[in-house]
Nanobody, 120 residues
């Protein structure tokens, strides 16, 4: 069993900041890439940012320069620091992790989602 537990969402005014966290737990596992996705009402889920095991990062154009993804391998946790938030960032944010587990192999897992609402 692999669990992804997200935290840090909430309501913030435009121009404000939030930090999302996602902790991965399991047994006999290794985390490869991790990332954050978001889904706004009436829209498809979209990539926000990813970070691989070599700490190489990738960002959606809409968040470049405002969001920063990072990971703490000792804590099996990925973070998303979001600055200069605007109402277009309002969405449910989902954590994603590519996890290798003994016997099971490599699979992709998702968190339950955390709501981020930015008021104008």
């Amino acid at each position: 069993q692999v669990q992804l537990v997200e935290s840090g969402g909430g309501l913030v005014q435009a121009g404000g900041s939030l930090r999302l966290s996602c902790a991965v737990s399991s047994s006999s596992f290794r985390i490869n890439a991790m990332g954050w996705y978001r889904q706004a009402p009436g829209k498809q889920r979209e990539l926000v940012a990813t970070i691989n095991s070599g700490d190489n990062t990738n960002y959606a154009d809409s968040v470049k320069g405002r969001f920063t993804i990072s990971r703490d391998n000792a804590k099996n946790t990925v973070y998303l620091q979001m600055n200069s938030l605007n109402p277009e960032d309002t969405a449910v944010y989902y954590c994603n992790a590519e996890v290798w587990r003994r016997i099971v192999g490599t699979r992709e897992y998702w968190g339950q989602g955390t709501q981020v609402t930015v008021s104008s």
